[in-house]
Each structure stands twice: as structure tokens, then as C-alpha cells.
């Protein structure tokens, strides 16, 4: 089965810095990424998400990378604020069979220092 | 976004009893929803598919019999945590995809389920 690893399982960053956070794949049929946000007490929030026949994707302030050959994915947020604090999944869909079935990555818990 | 929904959000039962807990899609029609559970600081696991109309898909490991789930409509399903132990005590989420998209995820809020 998939199986999807997140880094790093923290970090820290001040108000206005980027904030990158990276996740690898193992199954190569997967072929849908997406990242969630989960504040505390909540249930995970979609931010952005990526296909597999798209290599960047663009929101604001939040971008999604995709290197299809190296298996890796990435989330960039540039100029971070206090309310980007908190924990960010990525995750991967394997398609076909696996109807909507996601592996997720173990976590990021992002502090914005103001 | 699509909007889900779940209730209870917060429930305490006492050790043997059974629990259910609602997952709506509010906005849209989900002939499938999925069922997390997800501890203190770590990762979403997913428990089970639930199939409207047929027999839910669990994932190895989870006890068809102990997590009952329904899905009767295309807007509702429900889990049922039968005669619940302090080790169900848990955060419980589900999902559903939306948007002709088999594979765009929205979540609900959650329900916490403490068993004493």
C-alpha cells in the first residue's frame, strides 16, 4: 500500500518568514496530493491540492510543488501570520480502485512567532 | 468548499454503553463518506469506507462489529461505537468526497468521544 512521509514534525518560524513543509510517496500510481490544515479540536481543513499531471499550483500564499519522479511533494507558505499556526497533513490518493481512499502523512506543527 | 457536518461534537459515556455519531453532507450528495480516528497528536487513521445502500469497507484491523456504520441516504452516515471502553476514547472525523471530483476530501468537525 501507500505510504506517505512528512518533515518536519515541527517547526518554528517568525511572522512574515516562508514556511516549507515536505512529504514523499511510495506509490507511484498515486496521482492526487493534497494538504490539510487542523487547528486544534477541529477537523482538517483543505488549503490547496495538486494533480498529478500538474508540476506547481498557486493560492495566495500557499503553493504546492510536485516532482512526480522523485516522489516528493512539497507546501510553501510564504509570509506567514500567527493564524498559520497549526498542524498540516499532507496526504496522497492512489486512484483507480481506491476510491477516495487517502494515506496521510504523520504531521507538521507550524508556530508563527509574531 | 463542500460542507460537512457531524454531531455529536463532544460526547462522555460511561464504559459499556453504545454511541452513535452523525456525519451529514450538507450541500451535496455523498454515495461515499469515510470515517477517521485520529489520537492526541497524531495522524488521521482511516477506520472505514461507508457505501450508501451497502455494507460499509473496513480497513484491517478495525472490528466490523465493535464500529457499526450506516449509510442510509446519500447525505447521512452514522457509526455507532458499540459497548465503548475508555481505549475507544478517541477523536473520531469523517469525510466525504464532493465536487465530481472521486478524490477532493471535506472533512467534518470532529466528535470527541470520551468512555469513563
Redesign the interface.
Known amino acids: 500500500g501507500e505510504n506517505v512521509e512528512q518533515h518536519p514534525s515541527t517547526l518554528s518560524v517568525q511572522e512574515g518568514d516562508s514556511a516549507v513543509i515536505k512529504c514523499t510517496y511510495s506509490d507511484s500510481a498515486s496521482n492526487y496530493f493534497p494538504w490539510y490544515k487542523q487547528e486544534l479540536g477541529k477537523g482538517p481543513q483543505l488549503i490547496i491540492d495538486i494533480r498529478s499531471n500538474v508540476g506547481e499550483k498557486k493560492d495566495q500564499r500557499i503553493a504546492v510543488t510536485l516532482n512526480k519522479t522523485a516522489k516528493h511533494f512539497s507546501l510553501h507558505i510564504t509570509e506567514t501570520q500567527p493564524e498559520d499556526s497549526a498542524v498540516y497533513f499532507c496526504a496522497a490518493h492512489a486512484g483507480g480502485t481506491s476510491y477516495g481512499k487517502l494515506t496521510f502523512g504523520q504531521g507538521t506543527i507550524l508556530t508563527v512567532h509574531p | 468548499?463542500a460542507v460537512?457536518s457531524?454531531h455529536p461534537s463532544r460526547v462522555i459515556c460511561k464504559s459499556g454503553t453504545s454511541v452513535k455519531i452523525e456525519c451529514r453532507s450538507l450541500d451535496f450528495q455523498a454515495t461515499?463518506m469515510?470515517w477517521y480516528r485520529q489520537f492526541p497528536k497524531?495522524?488521521?487513521m482511516?477506520m472505514a469506507?461507508s457505501n450508501e445502500g451497502s455494507k460499509a469497507t473496513y480497513e484491517q484491523g478495525v472490528e466490523k462489529d465493535k464500529f457499526l456504520i450506516n449509510h442510509a441516504s446519500l447525505t447521512l452516515s452514522t457509526l455507532t461505537v458499540t459497548s465503548a471502553h475508555p481505549e475507544d476514547s478517541s477523536f473520531y472525523?469523517c469525510s466525504a468526497?464532493s465536487g465530481g471530483s472521486?478524490?477532493?476530501?471535506?472533512?467534518?468537525?470532529?466528535t470527541?468521544l470520551t468512555v469513563l
Do not use: A, K, M
Open positions: 468548499g460537512v457531524q461515499t469515510f497524531q495522524s488521521l482511516l469506507t472525523i468526497p472521486t478524490d477532493t476530501q471535506y472533512f467534518g468537525p470532529g470527541r
